[in-house]
């Protein structure tokens, strides 16, 4: 670009000259005075004092386009390119020569990226030439294809082609119809002719580049990104552009020296750090590799490559949190079976995220010899979770590899926990191949006593106790065998050897304690116990049994319960005493010590699982039910296939209304989980939203047995109610409300029989549920709104006990105040209606009754004041409108009144009494 000069021979005395005026206060500058020292201060590649000195000269002259255009000019050439666009666009709207800026201003959109406003600009000024425009254009296609408009980037490219110039930027245009067809090698090989032109030119370069790495050929692309570079050394977009194909094409030695330079003058950079940590994880140092690529990830810049290396970094450090924060950002870019995959599912198992774990291992095929151990272990925490889904995939994975003892046994127990008989044969072939395996052999033994396989559990247990004579582990077995007969007496004798050869094994010890409270032995089990605690004063086992042993003799119960509270108090972090003793608490009904003795647990995926339970019970009994509903929030978003979180949940839901995310949570739920009685909540939820094809159809694959249950019969009769079968839904809600006389049920029972039409059925039901239940609020509101019309003194009388338990209730209050002022009492009525005023002010129905009853007491202008509150054309009620019009002719708004009647068309007893009213006007 043309920049006026100064003569180096005179720029010292320049220089001197102005900071001499500067300091001796001789007055300040003209807006010109400040561009040629601008002008200046550019030649001699002094650029900041360019450009306080432009900046000085705006100030001067703020309309001055001249001063904002060479400003903008400068912060161009020196990659300043946003602070340039802000003055370029400024010197437009000044009036500066649009020819001269245009050509700056497009160069700028295009390096900041700013497409919208290319599109939006004109490719022909007065003043320009063919080359300038065809320049604009192509800056203006860039855009048009980045935003993926097709068409009006092919109209500019046949405008471009008519272009009477040999511009190389109408030749880099004409290869854009194939780079819009993605025919990449035809655009490559027209970007190669117009590079003929003009080789050195930046945007061939970059067309090149681009085009080069397109098709495959990254050298070629590396090479031009080179060129580039050396030419334009501080543009950082094409040297990260440049590094990353050389670490892509693994020259990580082309690329250090690049990083390097880069780092030391930006050493926070996100891009940079991320580059150097991958060079380091190159050299096999993946402590400070992990330094630099977390660091770049703080920054929000991290790509595939730097999370995978990352992650695998993090890995060999064993920082399994930091690796599967890295490898599940990547994870759905990575191929099946990728070794990264196993790398962050064991992680995600190490911290608990099961259910993310599972995800991964679905795209593992099984080829690594430890992927075996691995699905078992996904398994076993799934199933922990609720997630009999997932659990089911990983135990069918695990299966097809299971081949020796010890995964076996794993595949064994798992699918026995899901009551696949199939878990017997591999624990039997489990214990085949591992005869002297301790641990097989209790779980195939436990599995069979579990399954009510005794026969072969006594066989197994016998051939144990011939194989090993003095090991007392097999007796405990055959005394739970003789237990589940009720076969005491022989259970008592097998204890007894058991007792014999492991006088202080603890298993044997709480099996005999046990055994000792079932036959009522109640100081032989407490004495045992006692011993078992000496031992252990933590053993939350023998406490629980102790307590047991206690509360079923009648003794003192409470003495358990502080021996356990001074027992956490030397063990504050013993999680399971810590649980032991809130279940105490929570049996006691003690809900505010139990959420005390809770609290120091974090409601997080460390928390115990027995916490999350005990947590949002004691809150929903202690009735902090904000509370609890963020506990069971929170409980189901760690555990979405918990039964226990989405049951809490789903009441908290349903009785806050809550139908659309209860339905969501249920979809969820049933994802991992299929569940006969969540899928019944489904279709209750449906019906409460008035879905009954939906709720219906989710009936259909409920077992025939469920649906004659009366909880799915009330469900039945809201399918029916909103199907228009009514004699239907009135036999269903019977059936439900016969059962369980709650709130729900009562409204079913009154909406199915006034849907039939039965009103004095209807009434004598609400009359027989109010004697029954007289702390139903709604349905004795009902049962009150009835009686209006046959004994208003009644009606009056059940009104007035509503108020006593809720003395806010606005409809009570306002029909109350009705009545009274029907009958006459306006004393009675004023304050119950001014009440329900100040609890609903813009309630049309509350503002007229009191309105009403301040008219019959001749209070005129307050009564017109109450409606202005409400907006009055949005009243419905005619008789309403009316009152309101009656009040305007009360305080002599005779016009207002005219055009309130005018304003409405009334029927019947409404039209007779508007009638009236206009007669007084």
Same mark, same amino acid.
Request: hydrophobic share 45%.
């Given at each position: 670009m043309k920049l006026t000069t100064v003569s180096k021979k005179f720029a010292p005395l320049c220089v001197a000259l102005s900071v001499s005026l500067a300091l001796g206060g001789c007055g300040e500058k003209s807006m010109d005075e400040h561009l040629e020292a601008a002008r200046g201060y550019t030649q001699q590649q002094d650029i900041e004092a360019a450009i306080i000195e432009y900046k000085n000269a705006i100030k001067a002259d703020p309309k001055s386009g001249e001063a904002r255009f060479e400003l903008g %000019? @400068?912060?161009?050439?020196?990659?300043?390119?946003?602070?340039?666009?802000?003055?370029?666009? %400024?010197?437009?709207?000044?009036?500066?020569?649009?020819? #001269?800026?245009?050509?700056?201003?497009?160069?700028a959109y295009q390096q900041t990226g700013a497409e919208n406003a290319l599109v939006d600009m004109e490719i022909r000024h007065e003043g320009m030439s063919e080359s300038e425009a065809a320049e604009v254009a192509f800056y203006k296609l860039q855009a048009l294809v980045q935003l993926d408009k097709q068409q009006e980037a092919q109209t500019l490219i046949e405008e471009v082609s008519q272009m009477q110039t040999d511009s190389v930027y109408q030749s880099l245009s004409l290869a854009y119809p194939d780079i819009m067809q993605k025919d990449y090698a035809a655009a490559l090989e027209k970007t190669k002719a117009a590079a003929e032109k003009s080789p050195d030119n930046n945007d061939v370069l970059l067309q090149l580049a681009k085009l080069s790495a397109l098709t495959g050929d990254l050298q070629a692309a590396i090479d031009n990104y080179k060129a580039y570079v050396d030419a334009n050394p501080n543009d950082l977009s094409k040297k990260?552009? @440049?590094?990353? @194909?050389?670490?892509?094409?693994r020259q990580v030695? #082309?690329?250090?020296?690049?990083?390097?330079?880069m780092l030391k003058q930006y050493p926070n950079n996100g891009l940079l750090n991320q580059y150097q940590g991958i060079i380091e994880s190159a050299k096999e140092n993946y402590e400070a590799a992990l330094i630099h690529l977390e660091k770049a990830i703080q920054s929000g810049q991290a790509g595939p490559a730097a999370r995978l290396i990352a992650g695998y970094a993090a890995y060999k450090l064993e920082d399994y949190s930091a690796t599967s924060q890295h490898l599940s950002m990547i994870a759905s870019n990575l191929p099946d079976n990728h070794p990264a995959? %196993?790398? @962050?599912?064991?992680?995600?198992l190490r911290q608990g995220d099961n259910e993310e774990a599972t995800m991964i291992l679905s795209r593992v095929d099984g080829e690594n010899e430890t992927d075996a151990a691995l699905f078992s272990k996904a398994g076993f925490q799934l199933l922990r979770e609720g997630n009999m889904v997932d659990a089911q995939k990983m135990i069918d994975k695990s299966s097809e590899l299971s081949q020796e003892a010890e995964d076996l046994a794993r595949l064994g127990v798992l699918q026995l926990s899901v009551n696949d008989v199939e878990g017997l044969v591999n624990l039997q072939s489990a214990a085949e191949q591992a005869p002297d395996n301790v641990a097989t052999q209790k779980t195939l033994l436990a599995a069979y006593v579990n399954t009510g396989q005794s026969e072969k559990a006594r066989e197994m247990a016998n051939k144990w106790i011939e194989n090993n004579p003095d090991d007392p582990a097999p007796y405990i077995y055959l005394a739970e065998l003789a237990l589940k #007969?009720?076969?005491?007496?022989?259970?008592?004798?097998?204890?007894n050897k058991a007792s014999e050869l492991g006088p202080d094994n603890r298993q044997v010890q709480l099996a005999q304690a046990k055994l000792y409270i079932i036959s009522e032995k109640y100081q032989d089990a407490e004495k045992l116990l006692e011993s078992v605690l000496k031992q252990d004063a933590t053993d939350t086992k023998a406490l629980g049994l102790l307590y047991a042993s206690v509360s079923q003799r009648g003794g003192d119960k409470a003495q358990i319960k502080t021996r356990i509270e001074e027992t956490l108090s030397k063990n504050k972090d013993d999680e399971a005493l810590r649980l032991a003793l809130a279940r105490l608490q929570f049996a006691d009904q003690n809900y505010d010590d139990v959420l005390d003795t809770l609290a120091t647990f974090k409601a997080n995926k460390n928390a115990p699982k027995g916490y999350w339970q005990m947590e949002g019970q004691a809150l929903l009994r202690s009735g902090a039910v904000k509370k609890a509903q963020d506990h069971y929030k929170k409980w189901v978003s760690l555990y979405p296939a918990d039964k226990g979180a989405v049951l809490g949940k789903l009441l908290l839901d349903d009785a806050q209304n809550n139908h659309a995310d209860a339905l969501s949570t249920i979809n969820s739920f049933l994802e991992k989980r299929p569940d006969t009685q969540v899928r019944v909540l489904k279709a209750y939820f449906l019906a409460v939203q008035k879905k009954p094809g939906e709720a219906r159809k989710v009936l259909e694959n409920v077992p025939e047995q469920v649906l004659e249950v009366p909880f799915v019969r009330g469900i039945t009769a809201r399918i029916n109610l909103l199907e228009g079968n009514e004699e239907a839904a009135i036999e269903d809600a019977k059936a439900a409300y016969n059962d369980t006389a709650n709130p729900k049920n009562t409204l079913l029972v009154v909406a199915s029989l006034e849907s039939a039409g039965k009103k004095e059925e209807t009434f004598a039901f609400l009359q027989e549920h109010y004697q029954a239940h007289p702390d139903d609020i709604r349905a004795t509101m009902l049962y009150a709104e009835r009686l209006i019309g046959t004994d208003r003194q009644q009606a009056k009388e059940i009104y007035s006990q509503v108020l006593e338990k809720l003395p806010d209730n606005f409809v009570v209050l306002n029909n109350l105040a009705y009545l009274h002022m029907e009958d006459g009492e306006l004393g009675k009525a004023q304050p119950l209606a001014r009440r329900a005023v100040d609890l609903q002010p813009r309630s049309a129905d509350a503002v007229d009754t009191f309105a009403q009853i301040l008219l019959k007491r001749e209070r005129y202008e307050p009564a017109l004041k109450l409606y202005d509150n409400v907006d009055v054309e949005k009243i419905r009620n005619d008789m309403v409108y009316l009152n309101y019009v009656e009040v305007l002719v009360k305080n002599n708004k005779k016009q207002l009144a005219e055009r309130r009647l005018s304003a409405r068309e009334f029927s019947g007893e409404a039209q007779q009494r508007a009638q009236s009213l206009q007669s007084q006007l």
């Open positions: %000019r @400068l912060y161009m050439a020196t990659g300043q390119m946003e602070a340039a666009e802000k003055e370029l666009n %400024r010197a437009l709207e000044l009036g500066y020569s649009a020819s #001269e800026i245009i050509p700056l201003l497009s160069k990260f552009a @440049l590094v990353s @194909l050389l670490i892509e094409t030695g #082309e690329a250090s020296p690049y990083v390097s330079k995959l %196993r790398m @962050l599912a064991d992680s995600l #007969e009720k076969n005491i007496d022989e259970a008592t004798s097998i204890m």
